[in-house]
């Protein structure tokens, strides 16, 4: 784990943010769908590794690194055929309640060792 310090000035003042990652998201590839949530990964453009940080956003959206990694959590933690698992974009964040919520319950799980 690395973190990761930019420096910015805004209105004559300094300021480093810090980014922290990378966070892994490996592929279990005992799974038996492990070649079909690859591909799905690849055609989606989503990379299973993550880089966590303060990201502009407005104050009712979640920062896009961590809708990033939900994205991904969903294609690695479904059930069913990954390639019919909805973007963020097509079915909002609990929409599908089982999976959002197993979802971020994994989220938590991984940032939760970032504070350790």
């Keep these: 784990m690395v973190v990761c310090g930019k420096e910015m000035e805004i209105q004559g003042e300094h300021y480093t943010i810090g980014q922290v990652g990378p966070v892994h998201l490996d592929l279990d590839e005992d ?25 502009k956003s407005s104050a009712s959206a979640l920062p896009a690194c ?8 969903r294609v690695l933690l479904c059930k069913e055929s990954p390639g019919k698992v909805p ?9 599908l309640t089982e999976l959002d ?12 060792h970032l504070q350790k």
């Design 66 to 73: 961590l809708c990033h990694m939900l994205e991904c959590l």
């Design 31 to 55: 799974d038996e769908l492990c070649g079909e949530r690859r591909v799905v990964l690849e055609q989606r453009s989503m990379s299973t590794e993550h880089w966590l940080g303060p990201q």
């Design 101 to 112: 919520t197993l979802c971020l319950y994994a989220a938590q799980e991984l940032l939760s």
């Design 87 to 95: 973007t963020l974009t097509e079915a909002p964040l609990l929409t």
